[in-house]
């Protein structure tokens, strides 16, 4: 692979194969039949997976269990030796893979702290500079004086991590290590790695908290049981990630059929063309493929559709600004065709006032029976943080089951506390078909949400804090 001082990593077709044995002594079998007979299964934990990254930029590696993203941590930072493929780094790697991993249990925290230091590559001056910094992001006292056998497990990891994210890496390989610790130890954590950040370190993170993935990371690499699916945004990434989660892999390939073609897969005549249905195309987001019984209950939806339109029915969301760029799926089972924003005063609008009561409702309809659906709704930031939510299982509320043909209108109501800014809202109708999450329609950052505010406070939401401030006159303001 040609050198590029551009980027940091470049892993370019890598692959991992792991021989499966169905007994122990097949093993023994193969190595000694001359026939060269194979008893063994080849499973790929990864296969030809490609990405960069580059100089002081954060990215995030994200996929459900399985898909192999600690196999490409442990590959990068030599752990593992790919079966195929090359991989590419310049710099000096800090990894916090498995914490600990390269301990002596029998030495001292001040000798394994001086041990791994050189495993790093630096020299005991080198160390002897960052050994206070170390010993007071760890915090553990003069345990660091006794042996590590004789540690908690929160202590061995606390030393670990200060270890590893306070040698000033110039690649830092984080997989699932900022979940240690207690909330303050993981606090501090969080500080130190943004701080990295701004030093221009480069940073890639594997992690199933999506929160710190869009926090965090400039871009996101999404695998799936071995296989390279996407990169991108984070904000965008996650939602395919979800739609992974929830077993909606037609859709899957759709949104990356759609964003893989250049022509931006919508032609000019539909372009500004109004419609009752969200994806503007007459069409929804199908399942796990097509059959007869789709097609009946799409032509009966198209004729409730038309049969609207020649009733003039006016429409909430065409009162109201929505996304024409936003995500939706689902198994078509159900549709959210109409969807509103309410101020205190009964009037649709995206603007809402913090401090003031608002309402969000759906109207939904089925074209298949239902026993329990849920109606939810998210409301995000604009990285795609999940701000607050609900839903009508979470509220209680007495949601009978459907039959093809029903329709349901559902109203949350509730109170702005957010701060003043621009927010996403995003909404569903899902449900629980044999123990299994089932997303019968899902709506993606369907509608902006602006919150008007004379009042700022700090983070996210207002407490809505009441302040009682007494003064006390002293001794020579009394004369």
Do not use: W
Not at 134 to 147: R, S, T
Not at 413 to 426: A, I
């Amino acid at each position: 692979m040609p050198q590029n001082s551009e980027y940091a990593i470049q892993v370019e077709n890598v692959s991992k194969i792991y021989r499966l044995y169905d007994k122990p002594i097949d093993r023994l079998r193969e190595s000694l039949n001359f026939t060269h007979k194979n008893y063994h299964k080849d499973f790929f934990a990864l296969q030809g997976l490609s990405f960069r990254v580059k100089k002081g930029e954060t990215v995030g590696i994200i996929g459900t269990n399985g898909s192999g993203k600690s196999t490409i941590l442990k590959i990068i930072t030599g752990v593992l030796t790919p079966t195929t493929g090359t991989v590419q780094i310049e710099g000096v790697i800090s990894a916090l893979l498995e914490l600990g991993a390269g301990f002596n249990m029998d030495y001292t925290g001040i000798e394994n702290i001086y041990m791994n230091g050189t495993m790093m590559g630096f020299s005991r001056k080198e160390m002897d500079e960052k050994l206070q910094d170390i010993l007071d992001f760890a915090d553990i006292g003069d345990f660091v004086y006794q042996p590590v056998k004789t540690y908690s497990s929160g202590m061995f990891v606390r030393l670990a991590f200060a270890l590893s994210i306070n040698v000033d890496p110039e690649i830092l390989i984080v997989d699932e290590a900022l979940s240690v610790g207690d909330v303050f130890f993981q606090s501090k954590c969080y500080r130190r790695m943004e701080e990295l950040r701004q030093k221009g370190t480069t940073i890639l993170m594997v992690t199933h908290d999506m929160g710190s993935v869009i926090k965090y990371c400039d871009r996101v690499v999404l695998l799936n049981k071995g296989h390279y699916v996407a990169e991108g945004a984070p904000g965008k990434m996650v939602d395919l990630y979800k739609k992974i989660l929830a077993n909606q892999m037609d859709s899957l390939q759709e949104e990356l059929d759609e964003m893989n073609d250049y022509s931006g897969g919508m032609d000019e005549a539909g372009a500004g063309r109004e419609t009752d249905d969200p994806n503007g195309t007459g069409k929804m987001a199908s399942g796990e493929g097509s059959t007869d019984d789709d097609a009946n209950e799409e032509k009966k939806s198209q004729n409730i559709r038309h049969q609207r339109r020649r009733n003039g029915e006016r429409l909430m969301k065409n009162q109201i600004s929505i996304n024409p760029d936003r995500t939706e799926y689902g198994n078509g089972k159900a549709e959210i065709y109409d969807l509103g924003l309410f101020d205190e005063r009964g009037n649709l609008t995206n603007l809402l006032l913090k401090g003031e009561m608002f309402t969000i409702k759906e109207k939904i309809r089925f074209f298949s029976d239902i026993q329990a659906p849920i109606f939810t709704y998210t409301i995000r930031d604009k990285k795609g943080a999940d701000l607050t939510g609900t839903n009508t299982m979470f509220e209680g509320a007495d949601v009978k089951p459907v039959r093809a043909g029903d329709e349901y209108e559902v109203a949350f109501r509730q109170k702005m506390t957010l701060q003043g800014g621009e927010y996403l809202l995003s909404m569903s109708c899902t449900g629980f078909e044999q123990g299994e999450h089932t997303v019968y329609h899902r709506l993606y950052n369907i509608a902006s949400l602006t919150v008007i505010s004379n009042k700022n406070t700090v983070g996210v939401y207002d407490m809505e804090s009441e302040v009682e401030v007494t003064r006390k006159p002293g001794k020579e303001t009394d004369q």
